[in-house]
């Protein structure tokens, strides 16, 4: 089954840090840009940070010099490395990406969206 599972989030105290993981799982034949999104209660989903399949990276200005997403494509895995973390961090990460990959009959490419995980800080 082709799916974005997230890993790494837990319950911190501010100035802490947290390593997410995105992983791809199935027969994938490639993932295109991946995206790192938090929402918080009450608050809209925000992108934090993206990376393209050449290694490009964004990141949103509340998070710049703090966080930092990276990939390994041997691992079809993405991270996203959380330092110096702030109680205005706290939020539902969840990763989304196109990915590629043949179902036994066509290539298809599909955007998926991961199940989330939980990152609070307290402070």
């Known amino acids: 089954q082709v799916q974005l599972v997230e890993s790494g989030g837990g319950l911190v105290q501010a100035g802490e840090s947290l390593r997410l993981s995105c992983a791809a799982s199935?027969?994938?034949?490639?993932?295109?840009?991946v995206g790192w999104y938090r929402q918080a209660p009450g608050k809209q989903r925000e992108l934090v940070a993206d990376?393209?399949?050449?290694?490009?990276?964004n990141y949103a200005d509340s998070v710049k010099g703090r966080f930092t997403i990276s990939r390994d494509n041997a691992k079809n895995t993405v991270y996203l490395q959380m330092n110096s973390l702030k109680p205005e961090d706290t939020a539902v990460y969840t990763c989304?990406?196109?990915?590629?990959?043949?179902?036994?009959?066509?290539?298809?490419?599909?955007?998926?969206w991961g199940q989330g995980t939980q990152v609070t800080v307290s402070s």
């Open positions: 989304n990406a196109d990915l590629t990959y043949y179902d036994g009959r066509y290539t298809r490419t599909l955007n998926y």
């Open positions: 990376i393209t399949t050449g290694g490009i990276t």
């Open positions: 199935g027969s994938i034949s490639s993932i295109g840009t």
